[in-house]
């Protein structure tokens, strides 16, 4: 189970911490990533981390604004966004995804429910 929170509402160039709380014991193992769908638009890839923290990608309309971690001790996996844009606006989901490295949604299985984020211009 996943459960994504710290979305609301900001203003353009505010900051803002999304966390995703994973359940399960073999939670280090997977890859875990974020998605967010805009308001009319498709859900599209934001970032991933492998279980190991060793890699981590980032789609190119976030790189130097978004980073993304994780703590397997927690089971959380997290998302700062800093600088936030109005088309940053969407629901954003976290997601588990395989063992290896990925940023495909098709490689992502288990989906948590979204969490709003708008930024006003």
């Known amino acids: 189970q996943l459960q994504a929170s710290g979305g609301g509402l900001v203003q353009a160039g505010a900051s803002l911490r999304l966390s995703c709380a994973a359940s399960?014991?073999?939670?280090?193992?997977?890859?875990m990533g974020w998605f967010r769908q805009p308001p009319g638009k498709e859900r599209e890839f934001v970032s991933s981390?492998?279980?190991?923290?060793?890699?981590?990608y980032y789609t190119n309309f976030v790189k130097g604004r978004f980073t993304i971690s994780r703590d397997n001790a927690k089971n959380m996996v997290y998302l700062q966004m800093n600088s936030l844009k109005p088309e940053d606006t969407a629901a954003y989901y976290c997601a588990r995804g395989p063992i290896y490295r990925s940023s495909r949604a098709s490689d992502f299985g288990f989906w948590g429910q979204g969490t709003l984020v708008t930024v006003s211009s």
């Open positions: 981390i492998t279980g190991s923290s060793l890699s981590t």
């Open positions: 399960g014991r073999t939670f280090s193992n997977y890859t």
